[in-house]
Antibody
Framework: QVQLQESGPGLVKPSETLSLTCTVSGVSISSYYWSWIRQSPGKGLEWIGHAHYSGNTDYNPSLTSRVTILVDTSKYQFSLKVTSVTAADTAVYYC?????????????WGQGTLVTVTS | DIQLTQSPSTLSASVGDRVTITCRASQSVSNLLAWYQQKPGKAPKLLIYKASNLESGVPSRFSGSGSGTEFTLTIGSLQPDDFATYYCQHYNTYSPPFGQGTKVEIK
């Protein structure tokens, strides 16, 4: 069955880079787009962006200058980097599989990982 | 940007009740609307896509309707497992927004 698992530091200092990885199993990583979505008490659910192994990416306009999503087919992983973080980036981060080419529509999710931005 | 507004924010209901949640879009989203269910500490779960299509494995007591700017999620007969928060989402757009959520709690 399809499984996604996030990993990465739970604490990040302000102005530094948040880096997370999602490990995919049970499905061909090259057959889908892969997405990151975050959830914070203040902003609810927020779509961050998605990427395809071909290099195609789309990002939330409010985050595009700070976000990079990459797919590594050799490791069956995709990653998220958010630069210059502030307290507003504190959230539970989810990785997810995109359905077809429907930007934002996701069916399988990771369990989520809490990232806190604090000095 | 398209905004999605859900109502009510909180809904108190009993097992067996018929429950309806509304999602209004600030402009037409055609039928590109999905509904998700989220339980505490868990990731959201896709229930419905294209406004009315039931995701595989989702019980038939869940149904969706609407198009354009007004949509509803209906739970035909509320079950104990259905107490959760529900979100609508417009997808296939530049920055897919979510609604703010509707919490269904036990009356």
């Amino acid at each position: 069955q399809v499984q996604l698992q996030e990993s990465g530091p739970g604490l990040v200092k302000p102005s530094e880079t948040l880096s997370l990885t999602c490990t995919v199993s049970g499905v061909s990583i090259s057959s889908y787009y892969w997405s990151w979505i975050r959830q914070s008490p203040g902003k609810g659910l927020e779509w961050i962006g998605h990427a395809h192994y071909s290099g195609n990416t789309d990002y939330n306009p409010s985050l595009t200058s700070r976000v990079t999503i990459l797919v590594d087919t050799s490791k069956y992983q995709f990653s998220l980097k958010v630069t210059s973080v502030t307290a507003a980036d504190t959230a539970v981060y989810y990785c997810a599989r995109v359905i077809g080419s429907y930007q934002g529509l996701v069916d399988y999710w990771g369990q989520g990982t809490l990232v806190t931005v604090t000095s | 940007d398209i905004q999605l507004t859900q109502s009510p924010s909180t809904l108190s209901a009993s097992v067996g009740d018929r429950v309806t949640i509304t999602c209004r879009a600030s402009q037409s989203v055609s039928n590109l609307l999905a509904w998700y269910q989220q339980k505490p500490g868990k990731a959201p779960k896709l229930l419905i896509y294209k406004a009315s299509n039931l995701e595989s494995g989702v019980p038939s007591r869940f149904s969706g309707s609407g198009s354009g700017t007004e949509f509803t999620l209906t739970i035909g007969s509320l079950q104990p497992d259905d107490f959760a928060t529900y979100y609508c989402q417009h997808y296939n757009t530049y920055s897919p927004p979510f609604g703010q959520g509707t919490k269904v709690e036990i009356k």
